[in-house]
């Protein structure tokens, strides 16, 4: 069976897009992790971002303390007068968050692999 | 051949054109600010860049920090006439206040009368004494006598708004305004008006559990806002939403503890005590101002006739009773999706 020339250039070009889109997808894969991550912010600056898998004890400047245990993150200690930030528990859904807003701290859910709120309230 | 080259060119401009739409030239950006309404603002926003982001930031703050200058009821501050000043010359003279301080209290008037009452900005008297229990923090409730006289000083009629000289009179010298049930909300809606105006295609602004959110995200989705359950850990629900407010009021925000029981911050104008019938209350709508104040107002008013106020007033709305059941009116029914535990 002879394959025209025209025939193989069509598959050629169809092979090579094949290609290219499969390197686009994989490019746009890299560089998503998978789990929660959270980020830990003082004024508005951003002091470090923890795995949520990990467990450990984050001492956030002075002033707070938090710890990751059991995928999930939480304010142990802080030197304030209401204490709102270890109030609010536990925190590990993307979006969630905890202030402490005398301290001027903000610990917030990112990345993970379902699809996370823009913001959670309430 | 030559007909083969343009093919093959057309072929890889779809290509182009199929790839380009992921990568958008719009970024996400995210800037936290403390020091307003006494609470955390977060403003989300897609721009060009962070130059652009930061400069629509700024625009963002300076309304917002505006806002909450006029509607401080405690603090002044030089060279403006805000409540604090209003509220210090109650019973003495008309004082001439800026145009947005007319227009809440307007505004405020109105949700008196659709409320019946329970969104009343006049009850800074009452307001005052849970304050500054709350905040001594000492185990001690306002007095039952004390908390009775400053309830004789909160009759709306009393605020006398003249928006022909822009000046506002509090004809009972006892009497004192609380924006703080309506203000975050108004402040919103000041933002929402000047966003087409800076360099985001799309917003999110957070004031403290008093949402807007401005266009669509580059991929055409809403912003996707999470409801937390007063009941346990997660979610309530979630909703998407474009040139939609989210506001939540809830009974577990702001609290004090005498002898092992909560206080919280949400006072009924008619107990002068905080309202026990619900747990949180979320409005969705598109008025800011009107959420916010729906949010509080709802919060003390029985279901019947808190889902006719709602219904009213074009707002979806989700309430949670202290039995931790879970009431919806037909708008937040159609609008609320992947609800787990709703």
Known sequence: ?122 | MKSKIVSVLLLLCLCLLLVLPSCSSFALYEKFYYDLFDTITVIRGYAKSSSDFEESCNTIYNELQTCHKLFDAYNEYEGINNIFSVNKNAGVSPLTVDGRIIELLEFSKQMYEKTDGALNVAMGAVLELWRDCREKNENKLPYEDELKEAAEHCDINGLVVDKESSSVYLEDRNMSLDMGAIAKGYACDRVTALLPSTKLTAALVNLGGNVMTYGEKPDESGWNIGVNSPLGEGNLFEVECSDLCVITSGDYQRYFVVDGKRYHHIIDPETLYPGSLFCQVTVICENGAMGDALSTALFLTELEKGMEIADLSGAAVVWVATDGTVYKNQRAEELIFAGDEI
Not at chain 1, 12 to 30: E, G, P, T, W
Not at chain 1, 44 to 53: F, H, P, R, T
Not at chain 1, 60 to 66: E, H, M, V
């Open chain 1, 1 to 122: 069976m002879k394959i025209s020339k025209k025939t193989r250039n069509d598959i050629l070009l169809f092979f090579s897009l094949l290609v290219i889109a499969v390197i686009i997808l994989i490019a746009a894969s890299i560089g998503r992790k998978e789990g929660s991550y959270a980020e830990i912010y003082i004024d508005g600056e951003l002091y470090g971002v923890y795995s949520l898998n990990e467990e450990m004890t984050v001492d956030i400047g002075d002033t707070n303390r938090a710890v990751i245990k059991d995928g999930c993150i939480y304010m142990e200690s802080a030197e304030c007068p209401d204490k709102t930030c270890m109030k609010r528990g536990r925190i590990s859904k993307v979006g969630e968050s905890i202030v402490c807003l005398p301290n001027r701290v903000t610990i917030t859910i990112i990345n993970s692999k379902e699809k996370g709120n823009d913001v959670v309230i309430g």
